[in-house]
């Protein structure tokens, strides 16, 4: 007897140029369940949901919905079918209102003008009936990332969606925001809509879902029931080994003051408010510091105004005793260090070859420059070589690589062997592992805490709890361009962490307008 | 990734490739318009465009016009090395035309109206459109107005300042300027020899081997020293340039003063020669500047490309103008290389094809 | 003073038309910098209906002679869809040669035309004298032409069709973020080729507008710049040296832009071509 599956996805195969995406992949979810999708990055997980939602063709395998062979060509197909989806990086228009961006696709007009009242009532209805609170008239450009997230929420029940996707939805919330999160779910469920969860968090499958069907590699490990397994079994079948969940370190022991940063404040660009409002702190030689926080709440203009990249409005940075506050990028060169946020953005000109990369920081020195201006080859190349060695970074065609064509992972390789190379005494770390699958993460994890044994001072930048609690040796909690609480990572736990990181609660030391 | 690939495998080679589809397709389209207009001459007439100075009676009249067509060629060389060079650092030089017209009323005010020599005209001319491409820099760097707005601007406002300051030294009883071997014989770029070789063609000078020089030293700068390495990095990706503390609006402002030096020079590369006067009441943008983006497109980007491609821009362009006027409009030059430039804009698709070709000839094996 | 505001009103529609079209495109994610060849074509076709309609009806001639110069602007603009909507060509480089090729082509087909109605004919100038009155209604001096009626209700509905329309919020959400708009099931393809088709439209009828104001004639060898804001200068400022005057809206424009391009808001996606495979 057959159990009555909401949908079915059946040997799904989907090769891209060079890879295999998904390889024979079996994944069925019951109606009313919630069940997870889980492996890391890379395993395939996006691909898979593509294929249902109608965004990729699948080259081999069927798709079956209540048991009937369905074909899904075009996200229209899915959304006829009832599917809908929250897509990992939001799909909103920005300069568009919340309403606007929820009837996007399915207006309703007469004689092709929008009615836009209708919309606006069976949207607020929406919102009262599951507990999403929205503004249907803010733009979205205005609203917190959760309330985008509950736009994208909202917009696949506009549509009557049943069988909902969320692809790795917490990876922008905090961790009260999360809570919430969970109970909507568990309320849709309620309301007999079925979800597949996607996530590389065990701790919230765990929580949250009935069952688990893991990837790794592309191929399908298996599904099991929640109830029946522990997190420790679930990293093992998405790893394929046994994981390390601790990083293994010593405890620090801070020399001088590297960093020492007072009362530094930056206008904020978007709004009126100061993007960074009077921060002051500083990190040591030999210790890892980490600003943690919800994405957005200053931490990349902070970043940006240790680094040179902008120029702050008041306050002052100093980097081994010495004023950097407003000397340029190439100035501060020999002190800063900078692995950046967004390695395609920043960290690499992906149309240069890997050596070129390989200097980008150093380029103009005298060792790879000529008196009269010319790049001296044969020693970029050599350069190039040993870093690709040193630091394991693998390439199609070693330094004559284009970048481009290299895995995320050993871009990001090459970015740190780049900064740690530099041999400075300040490393700035903005989200070195986002993206990366967990040998990367590892690997790189292990390294920046020898480079603090080294006797670096080490700022990390980082969205992920588990990296905050695990590698740092103390923690800054930035909240809306201010830090407003000090932890040592030993003494607390996720719970308070999540309460300063949502502004519920400040450490008195850290007052209002205060350094 | 197919490692072996050979001959066609090779990305110049694929370049090349596309190119001379741009062209056969822009030949063939401007073929079709002439037999529209008149079947029976249609194909001299195309023949004619394309072989220019060879379709000459006699063997010195051949190398003349060759000569003629060369003149002509270093300028609009200088005009698409000026747009290529902007265009690796990621810059759409479209006001290459104004610094064009710029040099062009610099070096001939300074040698009718100055009395200066060559070189110092030469000079001149270069500086006056490295100012109008500073302008625009400068415009971009700190005011973010789009190059090629400002570009299209400059184009036509330097068109009438330039008219104007031309009006006094301008001949008295034509539109032209006087003519300059016989004002100011000095200022005459010197033909060192180069002459006897085509014909005694006195418009034959310096400027064509020196063009070349400068082709080749721009390629130099751009893939071998620290300042193209500079330079194309802040073409390829902005703000990776910034976070290595390049300066960026330094680099904007810097590429498009050389890209305007190159035009201007360009501009005294022909207008020192004698061989053309300006025009003080004309009222459309020089060609030049919008031909030079042509050559460089077709010229795959690539600053020796240009050099090949700038000839066959010229050569067709004068190859235009000896087809019979009375029946066909000599405009179709124009239209030919409008349409190899718009074709261009296909070379992506044009190599993917070749590339797949390749793919499958590689898969049949 | 009376001719110099019947000036104004006139391009001031041939702007307010042509931007209207060029706002189109670029909502949904097209930079059209070949607006100027559009207008050329655009007269073109105009100016050669007009010659072929000889004396028709009033009413005939402004509908046959409108929808000549719309077609034709319309059909030109594909080469700008084609190449930069289906095969990712760069939008300025297809720009610029359309701009190129529009002169070239129109003054080939002028005298072309030309030489088809009297061989001896090489010209590439076009006259529609009589045919032009059917455009004008005068009162008492004043000389009022339709198309800037047209003008008007052109911009009314353009207004209402891109913030009031469902297919105005789709074709901006192209041009804001094509991804999001894929995946509302929205052919991002589509709309860009009904933006780039819509500034064909207006682009064509702008060019038609412009050479019918103030002249009877048209050289197609100058194309469409220039001339125009000759005029008008000529007009505001008497018999002064009109090289100055030329270069006055062109100089205008650059201060205009200076200060205040620092933080215009173009489009988000404007003129990143639309790959389905990166999303």
């Not at chain 1, 695990?470 to 800054?476: E, Q």
């Not at chain 2, 104007?164 to 010197?190: F, G, R």
Request: hydrophobic share 45%; aromatic share 8%; glycine share 10%.
């Amino acid at each position: 007897m057959q159990e009555p599956y909401a949908i079915e996805m059946l040997h799904i195969t989907k090769r891209f140029p060079g890879i295999i995406a998904n390889d024979d992949v079996t994944i069925q979810l019951r109606k009313g369940e919630i069940h997870a999708l889980l492996g890391e990055n890379g395993a395939g997980k996006s691909t898979l949901m593509s294929v249902l939602f109608g965004l990729y063709q699948a080259e081999e395998g069927e798709i079956r919905k209540d048991g009937k062979t369905v074909h899904i060509n075009n996200p229209n197909d899915a959304n006829e079918l009832g599917i809908g989806m929250v897509h990992q990086h939001f799909k909103l228009v920005q300069c568009f209102s919340v309403l606007d961006n929820i009837i996007l696709g399915a207006e309703t007009v007469k004689n092709g003008f929008l009615q836009k009242d209708e919309a606006r009532k069976k949207v607020l209805a929406l919102s009262e009936k599951y507990g999403l609170q929205i503004d249907p008239d803010a733009k979205i450009s205005d609203i917190t990332v959760g309330m985008q997230q509950r736009t994208e929420i909202l917009k696949m029940l506009y549509r009557d969606n049943e069988i909902l996707i969320f692809d790795e939805p917490t990876a922008v919330l905090t961790p009260q925001e999360i809570e919430e999160l969970m109970q909507i779910m568990k309320n849709l469920i309620a309301e007999g809509k079925s979800i597949l969860f996607i996530s590389h968090k065990l701790n919230e499958i765990m929580e949250v879902a009935d069952r688990v069907s893991v990837l790794r590699k592309g191929k399908y490990i298996g599904t099991v029931n929640v109830a029946d397994v522990d997190e420790a079994e679930l990293s093992r079948m998405m790893v394929g080994r046994d994981v390390q969940l601790k990083v293994d370190k010593k405890d620090a022991t801070p020399g001088d003051v590297i960093l020492e940063v007072n009362g530094l404040t930056l206008a904020s660009k978007e709004h009126k408010k100061n993007a960074v409002n009077n921060v002051s702190f500083n990190v040591r030689a030999g210790e890892i510091v980490c600003i943690a926080g919800i994405d957005g709440n200053g931490q990349t203009e902070l970043v940006y105004s240790l680094t040179g990249l902008e120029n702050p409005t008041s306050g002052s940075v100093k980097v081994c005793g010495r004023d950097i506050t407003h000397e340029s990028i190439r100035k501060r060169a020999d002190l800063v260090a900078h692995i950046p946020e967004d390695r395609h953005k920043h960290g690499l000109v992906l149309d240069y070859p890997l050596e070129y990369n390989m200097i980008l920081q150093r380029y103009y020195e005298p060792e790879f420059t000529s008196a009269a201006g010319f790049l001296k080859r044969k020693e970029i190349r050599e350069y190039s070589d040993r870093l690709i060695q040193e630091y394991d970074v693998r390439s199609g065609q070693g330094s004559i690589t284009i970048t481009r064509a290299m895995s995320g992972g050993n871009q990001q390789k090459a970015i740190i062997a780049r900064e740690i190379d530099r041999g400075l005494k300040f490393l700035i770390a903005v989200q070195p592992t986002r993206g990366l699958d967990v040998g990367a993460i590892e690997n790189i994890h292990a390294q920046l805490v020898a480079e603090r044994d080294k006797g670096c001072a080490i700022l990390l930048v980082s969205l992920e709890l588990s990296e905050v609690m695990n590698v740092s040796d103390r923690i800054l909690v930035m909240y809306e361009g201010e830090i407003v609480g000090e932890l040592d990572p030993k003494k607390t736990t996720t719970e308070e962490l999540g309460l300063y990181m949502a502004g519920a609660k400040r450490d008195p030391q850290f007052q209002k307008g205060r350094g | 990734m197919n490692e072996n690939k050979g001959f066609f495998g090779k990305p110049g080679v694929q370049t090349i490739m596309a190119s001379l589809i741009c062209i056969v397709i822009g030949l063939f389209f401007g073929f079709l318009v002439l037999l529209l207009i008149h079947p029976q001459g249609a194909w001299d007439s195309i023949v004619t465009i394309i072989l220019n100075f060879i379709t000459r009676s006699s063997g010195p009249a051949k190398i003349k016009a060759l000569g003629n067509t060369l003149v002509k060629t270093s300028p609009l060389l200088m005009c698409a090395l000026s747009v290529c060079f902007c265009y690796k650092v990621g810059l759409f030089n479209i006001g290459a035309a104004g610094q064009y017209e710029a040099g062009a009323g610099i070096a001939l005010f300074a040698a009718l109206g100055w009395g200066l020599p060559w070189w110092v005209c030469l000079i001149l001319a270069a500086l006056a459109g490295a100012l109008l491409g500073c302008i625009s820099g400068a415009l971009k760097a700190y005011r973010n107005v789009n190059e090629v707005i400002s570009g299209i601007m400059l184009n036509w406002i330097t068109l009438y300042l330039v008219n104007m300051i031309l009006t006094k030294v301008k001949d008295p009883a034509s539109p032209y300027t006087m003519p300059l071997q016989a004002t100011n014989p000095k200022a005459v770029i010197p033909g060192v020899g180069l002459p006897a070789f085509f014909a005694n063609n006195r418009y034959v000078t310096l400027a064509i081997p020196l063009a070349v020089i400068i082709a080749v030293a721009i390629w130099v700068v751009l893939n071998k020293t620290v300042f193209g390495y500079e330079l194309r990095a802040t073409g390829f990706n902005k703000e990776a340039a910034r976070y290595a503390g390049m300066a960026e609006k330094k680099n904007i402002i810097v590429t498009l003063a050389i890209g305007g030096a190159l035009a201007g020079i360009g501009a005294a590369f022909l207008f020192l020669t004698g061989y053309q006067q300006w025009t003080t009441t004309q009222t459309s943008v020089p060609g030049m500047g919008f031909n030079g983006i042509a050559a460089t497109f077709l010229g795959g980007l690539n600053p020796i490309g240009t050099i090949f491609s700038s000839f066959f821009i010229q050569q067709i362009t004068d190859g235009g103008a000896l087809i019979d006027k009375a029946i066909y409009p000599s405009q179709i030059s124009d239209l030919i290389s409008a349409l190899i430039v718009y074709l261009c804009g296909f070379t992506m698709f044009f190599r993917l094809i070749i590339a797949n070709k390749l793919a499958r000839k590689g898969g049949n094996k | 003073m009376l001719l110099l505001i019947q000036y104004t009103l006139m391009f001031a529609s041939v702007l307010s038309l042509v931007a209207l079209g060029g706002c189109y495109s670029e909502h949904s994610g097209v930079i059209n910098l070949g607006l100027e060849g559009i207008m050329v074509m655009g007269a073109l076709g105009g100016a050669m209906a007009m010659q072929f309609l000889g004396k028709a009806p009033v009413i005939v001639t402004i509908f046959v002679v409108m929808l000549a110069a719309v077609i034709v602007g319309m059909i030109y603009s594909c080469l700008l869809g084609f190449a930069s909507i289906q095969f990712n060509a760069d939008q300025t480089l297809v720009g610029t040669a359309m701009n190129m090729l529009a002169t070239a082509a129109a003054t080939i087909i002028a005298r072309s035309f030309n030489t088809m109605k009297d061989p001896n004919n090489v010209s590439n100038t076009l006259q529609y004298i009589k045919q032009k009155r059917a455009f004008l209604v005068y009162f008492g001096r004043f000389e009022f032409n339709w198309f800037m009626v047209v003008a008007v209700i052109m911009l009314v509905v353009g207004y209402i069709v891109l913030y009031k329309t469902r297919f105005g919020l789709r074709l901006m959400a192209c041009g804001e973020n094509p991804q999001a708009a894929d995946a509302v099931s929205i052919n991002v393809y589509k709309m860009r080729w009904a933006g780039v088709l819509i500034s064909g439209f207006l682009g064509g009828l702008g060019g038609i507008v412009y050479i019918t104001a103030g002249v009877s004639e048209w050289k197609f060898e100058v194309g469409v710049a220039g001339f125009g804001f000759l005029a008008l200068a000529v007009m505001i400022f008497g018999n002064l040296d009109s090289k100055v005057y030329n270069m006055m809206p062109y100089i205008i424009s650059l201060i205009v832009l200076a200060f205040t391009s620092k933080n215009s808001a173009a489009p988000k996606a404007e003129g990143i071509p639309y790959d389905k495979s990166t999303r």
